[in-house]
């Protein structure tokens, strides 16, 4: 192993660097499905990539190490990783989760796990007074994001984990809109981190992936299980890509979250901008609990325009910045939580979590800030209602 202190050189040199067969700097591509047993119980190490593929354990170790976990786990999306991590749960267990949590997540407790008695509930966990009196015998977890999607509500990490500690409950942390570069729940107490890898550690806008990362040998020997029994595993080419995107991770992330905050303050004195969502605006919610346990606000911010600007010319009219789902990659991208990536959680739901259908979610990419600026500024132009 190579020789550093910061996490700017892990990303280059963490986990399993190069190969030791050949000494290519890269992890190979191990497109094997199976591997050559010499005799009867003799392998080196590997028997099916279902189970175990050099590529994929390379990215394996790499995002343990980063995340400061003891094991990691690769599967073939975010919600995979998600699924994989809430099979740790059993009927009659329940889950608490942040009331601004992915919609996918929502979903799959909602609509998949429901089916075998694994219950939720919705809760403020910004609010660690409330959250202490809402965590009955059932409960078994609480999964949080931080900043939280799409109105980037922070919550208190630390002291998440300290309440659950108290209750002998799991710390999940879903990182996606953070990465190892930005914060790292585990050192803040935290005991699983998933990740939505398809955003900012892929970066590229170029696959899908989830990762987990435990703090412990016996969350890593239950999740091993489940990865192998469950399979949603991921392949050693997405592998390779995703070890590829992690090592800009830091370069990338210093240019989102420059451009980021250019962008933040550019809107916050707009004319046409009713609200900032951006969690390193001195007054937004949690702006010192994010300060505490983050490097920055990150790269995403939502913002809401007045009444008389009418948003779906403003999305016809970016034509730098694309209107897609996701978020993370190197091209600016716009969407509109309330009917494309929050569509999932009811009306009244929303209107309670505050995703109005006036709410714009913005992802920064890593272009010039000029450019992104001005998109934004003719579109707003365009969008105004004479
Ligand atoms: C995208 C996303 C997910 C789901 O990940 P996929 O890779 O799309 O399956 C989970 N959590 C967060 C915060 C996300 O942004």
Known sequence: MSNYKNIDSALIHGGIYGDRFT????VPIYQTSTYEQSGLGENKGWEYSRTGNPTRAALEALIAELEGGT???AFGSGMAAITAVL??????????ISSNVYGGTFRVLDKVFNHFGITY????TADINTLDSKITADV???????PANPLLTITDIKAVA???KKHGILTIVDNTFMTPYLQQP???GADIVVHSATKYLGGHSDLVAGLAVVNNEDLAEKLAFIQNSTGGVLGPFDSFLLIRGIKTLGVRMDRHTFNAKKAAQFLLKHKAVKKVYYPSLEDAQGYEINKNQAKNGGAMISFELYENYDIKTFFKSLSLIALAESLGGVESLVCHPASMTHASIPYETRQKVGITDGLIRLSLGIENIDDILSDLQQAIEKSEVK
Request: a positive charge.
């Open 140 to 146: 078994k977890a609480i999964l949080i994001e931080s």
């Open 162 to 164: 300290a309440l659950a």
């Open 186 to 188: 585990i050192k803040l």
């Open 23 to 26: 000494g290519a700097v890269n």
């Open 121 to 124: 509930s919705i809760e403020n």
């Open 87 to 96: 099979s740790l749960f059993k009927t009659g267990d329940k889950v608490i």
């Open 71 to 73: 094991h990691g786990f």
